[in-house]
């Protein structure tokens, strides 16, 4: 539980939904076949007052022109027996809007969840949900690890979802948060955790993390670093033939936890077990550096440059044979990309940001 403390969200807004029959009427939840009305969003019929009658639920926002971000959300509840209506002021915007209903509460009636994606960098999402008693609505809190810190809250979720555990029409809340590294894109992995409602609040059921698998960037033309300190031009052979694969923060190199930043440029193989490394670059802080260049110790690389500015020092290392035999098909093609360490000074740019 020890990444709790350090997570970024990302949110995709997806809304999974199903139905809950419970004593002969039904919980309507599935937003792929609510219908969008003239005047609403989206339309859901679903008992959400608990007098197993079905309501009519209808979202409602202010569109905006040639755009998918709506204003002003608004959810109109019609009580399928009295046939009085209500509105429900979400008090948010977003892109792309969805509406659901489930029973989180496990009261025999739906609670309605509305989520919309804010559409920033950060990819981040809105989620509301409401349980509707006496004819009014009281808001849910929603779960989160923390909430007297900033970034945990349940509105900030890499993805916060309804899952149906049992498959008894009772709901959990699903909850994906993400971890990063020194910059917003730098995914590390994401924490994916489950809620359950407990009389007042949301309880921790479980908690796991999953690795992020960063797909390697083809090599074209230069590569410039993602915190724009270097740019490395590589022979014309690399096109398409070099994959990058660029680290950053103390999780960079497992083996070296003083490395700032490592950048590995390999061989992009037919198959991945024969991709084989051709420069790797790593970044130190230069009292670091110089602990870690111990003459009486291997060494770790070559310094090929240093950025007086940020008292950051580049150190290059270098396959010292081809991996692959000569005469071989992988061979013919690794050898040819291989550089010398003058090629790779000449390669190497400090960039001033």
Known sequence: MKHMKHLNKLVTGTVLTSALFTGGYAI???????TATPKGLQEITADV?????????????KKEKNSPYVKDLTIKVTDGKTKKSFNIDVKDNGYEPKLSVQDFTYDKKGEIMVTASTGGSGGYTTNHIYTIKDGKAKELSLPGLDKNKA?????DFVELKPIDLNKNGLYVLEGTERLT?????????????KWKWNQSKWELMSAHFEPAVTPLEVY???FKSQDSAFAFK????????????????????EFLPEAKSVTRFIFNADKAEDRATAVVITAFDLNDWKKLNNPDEPPIGVEIARNQATNTVYV??????SVFDPASKEGKKFIPLMMSLDQVKQAFTLVKR
């Open 28 to 34: 309507t939840a599935d937003a792929n076949n609510t």
């Open 181 to 193: 590294g020194d910059y917003n894109a730098d995914v590390r992995g994401y924490l994916k955790s």
């Open 220 to 222: 074209h033309d230069t």
């Open 49 to 61: 007052t608990g007098d197993k009658t079905v309501d009519t639920v209808v979202l409602y926002g």
């Open 151 to 155: 970034g945990v809250v349940g509105a």
């Open 316 to 321: 290059v290392s270098l396959p010292q044979d």
């Open 234 to 253: 590589g022979p014309k052979s690399w096109n398409g033939n070099i994959l990058v694969e660029e680290k950053t923060g103390p999780h960079a190199d």
